[in-house]
């Protein structure tokens, strides 16, 4: 900066140059993988693998991994085999509450997403991410957007209509849980 306040025309050019960089940078990464991108620290850690059989050894419903839920095909509404096996079983699905009405602090039906904060500042996942839940006899639940949490229930392969755009999966709860706590 010049004695009588004004800018040399080097800081100005540097800034610029780095304004131009950067844009440059963000236009080159594709549009897809900005919105499917989701941090790690947000998302429940992985599930072990899931046996397409209607309860586990020990007795418990088999826990999903997002990563088994996108066997949905969204362009044909066709499941993989593990997924087609899974259908009206009972299962458990780590992730977080989306509430439908973005006010509600309670209630027994909202949307089951991987990660934080989806649909509300972001684009929605897509419909193989998002599960419509509902809750049996219609019981309301806290809708802590900021806590993860394990449902339990029914799952169907089904396509429905929610205020964040087509969801992939119905899930009629029993139970819900905070993330990592076992079920009694």
Not at 99 to 119: S, T
Request: with cysteine; charged share 20%; proline share 11%.
């Amino acid at each position: 900066m010049k004695a009588d306040g004004r800018s040399s025309g080097r800081a100005d050019r540097s800034m610029r140059d780095a304004c131009v960089l950067l844009l440059l940078a963000l236009t080159s990464i594709p549009h897809a993988r900005l919105h499917a991108w989701a941090p790690p620290s947000t998302t429940p850690s992985a599930s072990p693998p899931v046996r397409p059989s209607a309860r586990l050894a020990n007795g418990e419903p088999p826990t999903l991994t997002w990563r088994l839920l996108a066997g949905l095909d969204i362009a044909t509404g066709t499941p993989s085999d593990t997924l087609r096996k899974l259908n009206g079983q009972v299962v458990r699905i780590p992730g977080f509450i989306v509430p439908l009405d973005d006010g509600l602090r309670e209630g027994n039906e909202f949307l089951l997403v991987p990660y934080y904060g989806a649909c509300i500042h972001t684009p929605p996942p897509p419909p193989n991410q998002m599960v419509m839940v509902t809750m049996a006899d219609r019981k309301p639940v806290a809708l802590d957007l900021f806590q993860a949490v394990t449902i339990e229930g029914t799952l169907r392969i089904t396509e429905s209509d929610s205020p964040y755009g087509l969801v992939g999966y119905d899930l009629q709860a029993v139970r819900l849980l905070p993330y990592g706590k076992a079920a009694r």
